[in-house]
């Protein structure tokens, strides 16, 4: 997968897995990353996905609507990237901290949904729920952070109400941040991830 890594100062902190929305780049998320750790390694990655020559993580069948044979498959290849990953940059695979926004938020959703040790925590910036009825791993220990807007017209505030309800009933710590915009990346939920992270 294309990617760019930055190794961190401390090593001792998470490394920050970044996942764009889509059209975007393993360009587009640095800055949020700077914001929340500039001390923290850095793997920010482009999804494999071309939809109409933008960038996605997985294929959809309709604006809200998931492939899922396609969202499973790309859910194991980044997995399976995050532990080659690990042992090519020599970061510690079970301490990754998930950046994403919309449909990288989405793939991060969906690593938590299939794999107990893919991620450590994630902030998901307007993701939705990656599938319905399935039993998710045991999520105790890890902490996630939901920003959402009050007026999201692809992201229903039911979406983030049951995202959060799904992880909390598989032991995970949610923390769900309201914003009365869109679908936008907002400062204001990046400054109140910043001190979720801070404080976590």
Not at 70 to 88: Q, V, Y
Not at 129 to 155: E, W
Request: glycine residues 8%; contains cysteine; aromatic residues 8%.
């Amino acid at each position: 997968m294309e990617h760019i890594f930055k190794k961190g100062n401390d090593q001792s902190k998470p490394t920050l897995l970044l996942l764009h929305g889509t059209g975007g780049t393993e360009k587009d998320l640095l800055p949020l990353a700077e914001k929340i750790d500039a001390t923290a390694n850095v793997l920010s990655v482009r999804g494999n996905v071309s939809e109409n020559g933008m960038p996605r993580f997985f294929k959809r069948l309709a604006e809200g609507v998931f492939d899922e044979e396609d969202l499973i498959f790309r859910t194991k290849e980044l997995n399976d990237f995050l532990d080659e990953s690990a042992k090519k940059y020599d970061f510690d695979r079970n301490n990754i901290l998930a950046v994403g926004y919309s449909n990288g938020a989405n793939i991060a959703a969906s690593l938590l949904f299939h794999y107990q040790d893919a991620l450590n925590a994630a902030i998901l910036h307007h993701p939705m729920v990656p599938r319905r009825g399935i039993d998710l791993p045991d999520l105790s220990g890890k902490d996630v952070f939901i920003a959402a807007g009050t007026n999201d017209p692809i992201c229903p505030a039911q979406e983030s109400e049951d995202l959060k309800s799904l992880l909390e009933k598989a032991n995970a710590t949610v923390k769900l941040h309201w914003e009365s915009n869109g679908h936008q990346l907002t400062y204001g939920e990046v400054e109140a991830a910043e001190k979720w992270y801070r404080n976590r």
